[in-house]
C-alpha cells in the first residue's frame, strides 16, 4: 500500500494551537491578527496533511479531538524549539570550540608559529588544534579538497575561490658562516658572493622561488647551486662553510654559528593566511585568525 504523503509547516502549526487555546477559530484569528478564512486555510492543509480531523466545530465552542489532542503538546514543544532556534544558533556562533586544520610552510612552522603555540592552546583549549607541514602548492590543494581550513604561507598564492590576508613582511637576508669574510658586513651585493655555492631548497618551497626572483632583480647569477629537503639543512651546510643562503628573519633564531647580513637592494617576503572563500566562517577559525594577527604585532612591517 503506497504511504500517504504527510506534510506541514510551522505556521500551521502555530494556527492550531492558537486554535486550541482560543477555544474558538473566530477569537483565534483574531489574536493573530489575520482574516478567519486565512486561519481556516491553514488548519484545512494541516489535517489533510496528517489525514486526520483535528478539530470538533459544535454550535458554541471548538473541541480537539483525539488526534488534536495527542497532537498539541508536539506542536507546542515544536513551535518553541523554533523560537529558540535563533538563541541556540547564535550560541553556537560564539562557541570557540571544534576541529581546526591548519597547515604552515616549513619556513614558517618552526620559527613562527611553533613558538608561539603554548599562548595559543593555553587560551583556547577548547579548540582543537591539527597542524600540517607541506610545502605552498600542496597547502593549497589541500585547502580546495577540504583538508585544510587554512595556511600560513608566503603570499600571494594562486587558487581558486581564495581569501588572502598579510600578516606582516619581514626582510631576507644572506646568510653566511661567522668566519666568513663578510659576516662583519653592515650590509651586501649579492654579486660579491656569486662565486660561492647557493644553498635553496628544492622545487614546490616559496622560499626557493623568492630566493631566485630576488637574485634576478639583483642581476646575480651564482656559479653553482645545492638543492636541500629542509631549512635546518641549509643551516647546518651554511655552519659548515659549505654555501651562502638567503633566509627570512623570523629564521635569526636557528642561524647559530652564522651571520644573517642585510642586502642591497632591500629584499621582503609577504606572510599572511590563506583560506576558501565562505558565506561562514566558523568561530574557531575567528580566533585563530585573530590570534594570528595578534602574534603578528612587532613581526618586521605587520599588518
Known sequence: MEEKNR??????????CAVARAGSFTKAAEEMGVAQSSLSEQIAKLEQGLSAPLFE????????????????????????????????LEEVRAAPGGVLRVGAIPTVLPYFLAPRLRNFVERFPEIDLHLREAPTAELIGQIEDGLLDMAILSIPVEGNNLVMRELFREPIHLAVPDFHVLAEAEKVLLRRVSTERLLI???????REETLTICDRA??????????????????????GFGVS??????????VGCRLIPIEPKAMRRIGYVRL????????????????REMSRGMGTAR
Open 57 to 88: 466545530r459544535l454550535a458554541r465552542r471548538t473541541e480537539l479531538t483525539p488526534v488534536g489532542e495527542a497532537l498539541l503538546p508536539r506542536a507546542q514543544a515544536m513551535l518553541l524549539d523554533a523560537a529558540a532556534l535563533p538563541t541556540y
Open 201 to 207: 631548497l628544492k622545487d614546490g618551497h616559496c622560499l
Open 7 to 16: 506534510k506541514f509547516d510551522l505556521r500551521q502549526l502555530e494556527c492550531f
Open 246 to 255: 638567503l633566509v627570512p628573519d623570523m629564521a635569526r633564531q636557528a642561524a
Open 219 to 240: 642581476r646575480t647569477r651564482f656559479a653553482a647551486q645545492f638543492e636541500a629537503d629542509q631549512f635546518a639543512s641549509i643551516f647546518e651546510l651554511i655552519r659548515a
Open 277 to 292: 572563500e565562505r558565506r561562514y566562517v566558523p568561530r574557531a577559525q575567528e580566533i585563530f585568525m585573530e590570534w594570528l
